[in-house]
T-cell receptor
Framework: DGGITQSPKYLFRKEGQNVTLSCEQNLNHDAMYWYRQDPGQGLRLIYYSQIVNDFQKGDIAEGYSVSREKKESFPLTVTSAQKNPTAFYLC??????????????FGPGTRLTVT | AQTVTQSQPEMSVQEAETVTLSCTYDTSESDYYLFWYKQPPSRQMILVIRQEAYKQQNATENRFSVNFQKAAKSFSLKISDSQLGDAAMYFCAYRSAGNDMRFGAGTRLTVKP
């Protein structure tokens, strides 16, 4: 089945530690995205990538980093510089970023708790 | 910058009844797409319906339909014959060519048996 997988579903870390969230897709989509979801707020864009080896900052990139070495994979690292990292993180993909008609498909999300 | 507003943080509906969720957006673009996503308790985001701005006809998907008023920049979602499985967070989203998707804050829908 084609889709997006995120692992793990729940992640716990101590403050000051970096943590990497996994996102893999087998939809052959060019564009991939990372969103953060907090209670009472919509999804906010952290980073996006339109092609391999290229990525751009979204609205709230500070304290996060990404890589796109393969088309299928777009891991997100939450660094110790992120002041409030506890949140629900969603990965998404779409055929490309330019064509607005292409909806985004989402993974199941990762709930990160930092204490 | 484009913004999307969902003015109803919570809504409730009786099973088998009809409910309408509101969404307004702000844009200067003429070509764009609008989407409604559903997020059930599993938190998986699921596309419910989408509307092309250049189409006057309102999109319909089974029990889900939209009322798209381009001049008023309004995009409401109507759910007919509500079912218990419709209970979820619903997000309105906007996207124009070459730009990022913008999401509203969401409306939590409760379905009462």
């Amino acid at each position: 089945d084609g889709g997006i997988t995120q692992s793990p579903k729940y992640l716990f870390r101590k403050e000051g530690q970096n943590v990497t969230l996994s996102c893999e897709q087998n939809l052959n989509h060019d564009a991939m995205y990372w969103y953060r979801q907090d209670p009472g707020q919509g999804l906010r864009l952290i980073y996006y990538s339109q092609i391999v080896n290229d990525f751009q900052k979204g609205d709230i990139a500070e304290g996060y980093s990404v890589s796109r070495e393969k088309k299928e994979s777009f891991p997100l690292t939450v660094t110790s510089a992120q002041k409030n990292p506890t949140a629900f993180y969603l990965c998404a993909s779409s055929r490309n970023r330019v064509t607005s008609s292409y909806e985004q498909y989402f993974g199941p999300g990762t709930r990160l708790t930092v204490t | 910058a484009q913004t999307v507003t969902q003015s109803q943080p919570e809504m409730s509906v009786q099973e088998a009844e009809t409910v309408t969720l509101s969404c307004t957006y702000d844009t200067s673009e003429s070509d764009y797409y609008l989407f409604w996503y559903k997020q059930p308790p599993s938190r998986q985001m699921i596309l419910v319906i989408r509307q092309e701005a250049y189409k006057q006809q309102n999109a319909t998907e089974n029990r889900f339909s939209v009322n798209f008023q381009k001049a008023a920049k309004s995009f409401s979602l109507k759910i007919s014959d509500s079912q218990l499985g419709d209970a979820a967070m619903y997000f309105c989203a906007y996207r124009s060519a070459g730009n990022d998707m913008r999401f509203g804050a969401g409306t939590r829908l409760t379905v009462k048996p």
